[in-house]
């Protein structure tokens, strides 16, 4: 175990090292590569921002507005009926919006019902197959300056909506 804590810790130290060298003996100029592309992302950074801000807002708005204890609500009688239990509807709304909310709101699954639970399991495998689409929107549409999606956003929302029905069927199907 002290062999992988050891390799684990040196394993960026020696990339960027080897990269500085390779980089040396390749005769580049490997500082001013280096500032050549932090100013780079500082400008993607700066292209990105309103995006990821829209995303923010978007979130703690549709938290702060009552529109998520409302879409539980509206779901309640569906899940009730397949058995499934209330808190997956959480994570599954939370996921395509923010990946840390949905740590907060997976965290507190684990910690109310335990991580063996049903929900437990449901939400751990939408955590880590579902991804945070509207976040991965913002940044990659942003940095590419894309503004007209048309299909794209409804495409991933039935994506995601897709992934979350086959994550709780394959909980389902091997722990229950």
């Known amino acids: 175990m002290k062999t992988v804590s050891l390799i684990s810790q040196l394993i960026i130290p020696f990339f960027i090292l ?13 500082y001013d590569c280096f500032i050549s ?43 009730e009926a397949f058995h499934v239990p209330i808190d997956v509807v959480s994570i599954s709304l939370i996921k395509p919006l923010s990946g840390s909310a949905s740590l907060g709101v997976f ?14 399991r449901i939400s751990a495998v939408i955590m880590g197959s579902a991804e945070t689409t509207f976040y991965v929107l913002a940044v990659y549409l942003g940095a590419v300056g894309m503004k007209r999606t048309r299909y794209l956003v409804p495409v991933c929302i039935l994506a995601d909506l897709f992934g979350i029905i086959i994550a709780i069927s394959i909980v389902k199907f091997f722990f229950h």
């Open 107 to 120: 965290t507190n699954i684990v910690k109310t019902n335990g991580p063996d639970s049903l929900a437990g």
């Open 37 to 79: 592309g932090a100013k780079g992302g500082l400008g993607v950074v700066i292209r990105i921002f309103p995006y990821l801000l829209a995303i923010f807002v978007a979130v703690k708005a549709f938290q702060a507005s009552g529109a998520f204890e409302f879409a539980q609500e509206l779901l309640r009688g569906v899940l």
């Open 18 to 30: 080897f990269t500085i060298l390779y980089g040396c003996a390749r005769r580049v100029r490997v």
